[in-house]
């Protein structure tokens, strides 16, 4: 008899059903790998809760910031005194302070590769606007990037506007990085911002968008600062390495690099040539593949400086990676095998080697991360409302001919069985199948077999529900009584998947999903995530580690809802998730705050401009409803009917989309 397959871990399973053993914060943060993608933003705290440490390494132990006790004050009743907030979940907390602390890190990555490596130029960085467009985020990397020049990547025309506006209050050396199609508009913008005496490059995506750019530039008496994007033939395998490549969808061959070269040189305009630039895709999984690509940009710098431009700046594009599942692997998507400081130092070893190679002075090192500096300051916490668990998968179970491998003992009982099964004298089944429970494999077997008959016959309609149940139940209890695995309990949680978590069903990315309190507590259960939309796709069944359920704890009484709820946090998701998501399902944005470190007793303090999350009638107006106009007539109607329009008064503009 082949073995039975289990799609849970032994050694997990065994010590979740360890009611004796002590459970620790420890074995909680172990569990859910926190230290692993976590570091040094989160921990476990001796209450059991998640802590954020909003200065990484730096934070001292007084600073550091009870994440349920932030879920609290912003999701409690609202209050007078402004103590509680009275924000509905599922909630986006911001940390500003993680924000900063990421720009700062990648900034002094570099600058201490610079320093160590004797690198004769500086690192100047961008924030790729299209990660998270919030008004809020943008002008915090502004605000704190501003002291080492830090600027803005925009790659259509409502990026470039936001980030023209953003940049006014920034250092006018911050470089505004134009990226994407461009057509009149978009180039004339740019322009724009050149005149108003901001950092501008135009960045070539497509040969044809030069002939635009000597265009534009000549009627509005402009001096361009251009840059050329090169297709590279270094590229990574995988979903994000898609786009780079020779096949890639934007950038310029060698070919047609020289031809732009030709045609600035024809035009007297070849000085304004000043960077290069390449993308290789997002999550680069090794410092390796990115010093292949690298030393293949350098070159076509140097190539390019050789040829008369006036270059200055070589921009490595984005793909510095973050560690979604705190593996350190370069084999998985979800995560990378290097450090800010790995990726830092690759990037300007390989600069500096080829330059020095070509007698070429070293340019500007600019980057275009986005990922890794928005990603750890935004947790998405959303609630636990109720768990349901569906009958026991089966085991795999041979196609081999059962009776040829019973014994003579149990071929009997098989048989009896199966005779009372055709007879729907499910009592009987029910006896015969407890004859067989010292044989263990077979008895799923006779159980599965009973079952597939019964609904045979509950099809045909010779069978009651009840019978139908009493089968059902006895073959849990064997199930059980073998110790096959509890079933997977569905937890449903209030948020829409579609909106919230979009990368999760799009492109199967894998987020930190974990409770963010109760970590004193061992959890027993195995289950997946339902979101509450009516969508079969709704729902989480995979998670970091390669795990198709996570561990969780029981509910109380009454599911998860009220003071007493279940709260779980997606971390790591500050990156292009708020962007993406849309209107599925009318779910609308989640509630929004921003919490800062403060030296007050609860060692934080909300930010005044929280957002409460989208309404019904917010909802409806963006798929071009109107909420008076449906008010109205639903008004006229109950009183033509049944006289219940005081009912109706509560209005779409204030009810939630999420009881």
């Known amino acids: 008899m082949p073995p039975l397959t289990c799609c849970v871990d032994a050694a997990a399973a065994a010590a979740a059903s360890d009611s004796t053993a002590a459970w620790s914060p420890a074995d909680s943060s172990r569990l859910y790998r926190v230290e692993g993608w976590g570091a040094p933003y989160f921990t476990v705290n001796s209450n059991g809760n998640i802590s954020v440490r909003p200065h990484g390494a730096q934070t001292l132990a007084h600073q550091e910031i009870d994440l349920l006790k932030v879920v609290k004050k912003a999701s409690g009743p609202e209050t007078s005194d402004g103590l509680e907030l009275g924000l509905g979940l599922p909630l986006v907390v911001r940390f500003p302070d993680v924000l900063k602390n990421r720009l700062e890190s990648l900034q002094s990555s570099f600058d201490s590769a610079i320093e160590s490596q004797k690198y004769n130029s500086h690192y100047q960085g961008v924030y790729p606007v299209k990660c998270n467009q919030d008004k809020f985020v943008v002008e915090d990397i502004v605000k704190f990037g501003s002291g080492f020049k830090f600027g803005l990547e925009a790659g259509s025309k409502p990026e470039l506007l936001l980030a023209m506006s953003s940049l006014c209050s920034g250092s006018p050396d911050a470089l505004l990085v134009c990226n994407g199609f461009k057509d009149v508009e978009f180039v004339s913008l740019a322009l724009v911002a050149k005149k108003l005496h901001l950092n501008t490059v135009i960045v070539l995506e497509q040969e044809e968008e030069l002939d635009i750019v000597i265009e534009v530039s000549k009627k509005l008496g402009v001096r361009p600062v251009i840059g050329a994007r090169a297709k590279l033939r270094t590229k990574h395998s995988g979903h994000f390495g898609s786009t780079s490549g020779e096949k890639g969808k934007f950038g310029l061959t060698t070919s047609q690099l ?21 993308h290789i895709g997002s999550q680069i999984p090794s410092t390796n593949l990115l010093a292949d690509a690298v030393d293949e940009a350098a070159q076509i710098y140097c190539e390019l400086v050789r040829l008369g431009a006036h270059m200055g700046v070589i921009d490595v594009g984005g793909g510095l990676g973050i560690d979604y599942d705190g593996s350190k692997s370069s084999d998985s998507k979800n995560s990378v095998a290097y450090t800010l400081q790995d990726y830092a130092s690759a990037v300007v070893r390989s600069v500096r080697s080829v330059c020095d190679s070509r007698g070429v002075k070293h340019p500007i090192i600019c980057s275009e991360s986005g990922r890794a500096i928005v990603s750890h300051h935004s947790i998405l916490v959303f609630e636990a409302v109720s768990n349901s668990t569906s009958s026991c998968n089966s085991p795999e179970i041979s196609s081999l001919d059962f009776e040829e491998q019973l014994k003579d003992d149990a071929l009997a009982n098989y048989r009896n069985l199966s005779a009372a099964a055709a007879k729907n004298d499910y009592e009987s089944c029910l006896n015969y199948a407890e004859q067989l429970k010292e044989r263990r494999v077979e008895q799923l077997n006779y159980a599965e077999q009973l079952k597939e008959r019964c609904v045979k016959q509950f099809k045909k309609g010779s069978l009651g529900m009840e019978e139908m149940a009493a089968v059902d139940a006895r073959c849990e209890l064997m199930f059980k009584e073998i110790g096959f695995p509890e079933p997977v309990s569905t937890y449903h949680v209030n948020l829409s ?20 309190h109760r970590l004193t507590e061992s959890p027993k259960k195995e289950a997946i995530l339902s979101d509450l939309t009516c969508d079969s796709d709704g729902k989480i069944d995979k998670f970091i580690g390669g795990k198709s359920s996570l561990r969780l704890h029981e509910l109380g009484e009454g599911g998860g809802k009220g003071n007493g709820g279940y709260y779980l946090g997606m971390f790591l998701g500050g990156a292009y998730e708020e962007a993406l998501g849309g209107v599925h399902n009318l779910f609308g944005r ?7 470190q403060s030296d007050g007793p609860q060692s934080f303090a909300v930010m005044d401009d929280a957002v409460p999350g989208a309404s019904c009638g917010d909802v409806l107006r963006a798929m071009n409803h109107n909420p008076e106009v449906m008010l109205k007539t639903l008004k006229a109607r109950s009183d033509e009917f049944v006289g219940i329009s005081s009912e109706l008064a509560s209005s779409f503009n204030k009810m939630p989309y999420l009881g």
């Open 497 to 516: 998947i579609f909106t919230s978590i979009p990368d999760f069903w799009g492109i199967d990315q894998l987020f930190p999903i974990i409770p963010i």
């Open 258 to 278: 020289l031809r732009v070269v030709k045609k600035l040189r024809d035009y007297e305009m070849l000085d304004c040539l000043r960077m290069l630039h390449f």
């Open 590 to 596: 989640p509630s929004v705050v921003r919490v800062s």
